[in-house]
Structures are given as C-alpha cells and as structure tokens.
C-alpha cells in the first residue's frame, strides 16, 4: 500500500493503538482440547511491536468479542495498558478509553479484522486493516496491512506508526 504523507502525518501523532484480538493477534481460528481448554497461537513480534510502541510512550489496548484465559495471559505478558474481552459493542469500549486516556479519535488507531471491529474503526483517527480482513473491513481502513492476522500483521502497523515518528 502506497503511503501518502497525510497518512504518515495522522500516523506520526497517534497516541493510543487498540487492537482486536481474534483474527488480528490471532490468525482466528479456535483450538479446544478434549477437556474445553481453549488455545491461541499469538506472533511474538506482534508482542515486540507492542514493547517497541510503550517504548516510545505510546499506550497500547486490546478489545476481544470473546472471552479466552490464553487471552489475559498474554496481554498480562505483553503489559498491555488496558484490554477488554466479551466486547459487543466496541465503540462504546473505544469511547470509553478516549476517556480514560483524555484522547480525541484522531490520536488513535484501531486495527481490526471483522464487521464487529467497523463501529471502532469510524472513531479512531487512523482505523487500519489485517490483510484478510472482511471486504467491509478493508474498505474502511485508511491503512491495510501486507501480512495476514496472527502472522505479523499487528507489528507492521507498529513499525509504520514509529517510522512515521521518526521520518517527521
């Protein structure tokens, strides 16, 4: 995707970055073990993007449609500064951090995968898209990954919100 310099603009001042979990940090496909466990598969660069991001001061957020114990664990892992899970409405939830932040949309980007996701994305300044994204989603994003949900997808959007930091 070709980077005009107002999306670099937006991107350089973003304040706040939420992410959707399933088929985002995931690649979205659920695991169960005989006994009900429930597994996920999470990049590890996707959580070196999220520690390069708080590096910089940036905060970072997650908000899941879903409930998972794998869940909380890795976001505890990543010291994620806020993450949500059973999310129906995540517009209210996004409303709710630009509170508890005291940010505008326009500070934030939201990364999403999913029609759940588009309420959210309308709000946030820079709403971004996983490359496998639904149609719906792709054509509501101002920034679209190369790299597929769970593979990647959510560092690259870290590493371009620091660049844009850097080139400005």
């Known amino acids: 995707m070709a980077v005009d310099s107002e999306l670099q603009t937006l991107a350089a001042r973003i304040e706040l970055v939420v992410f959707d979990v399933d088929g985002v940090l995931t690649d979205g496909r659920l695991y169960f073990g005989d006994d009900g466990t429930e597994f996920k598969a999470f990049h590890v660069r996707d959580g070196h993007g999220f520690k390069l991001l708080r590096e910089a001061g940036i905060k970072v957020a997650a908000l899941s449609g879903r409930r998972s114990a794998a869940v909380t ?43 759940i996701d588009l309420p959210a994305m309308r709000l946030a300044g820079l709403p971004a898209a996983v490359a496998d994204a639904h149609p719906s989603v792709l054509a509501a994003a101002r920034w679209v990954s190369t790299l597929r949900g769970g593979r990647g997808a959510a560092r690259e959007l870290c590493d371009f919100i620091l660049e844009a930091r850097t080139a400005l």
């Open 73 to 115: 664990r890795r976001m505890d892992e990543l010291q994620v500064d806020i993450f949500r899970q059973g999310c129906q409405y995540k517009d209210q939830d996004l409303t709710d951090l630009l509170q508890h932040f005291a940010l505008t949309g326009e500070r934030v980007a939201y990364l999403g995968d999913d029609v």
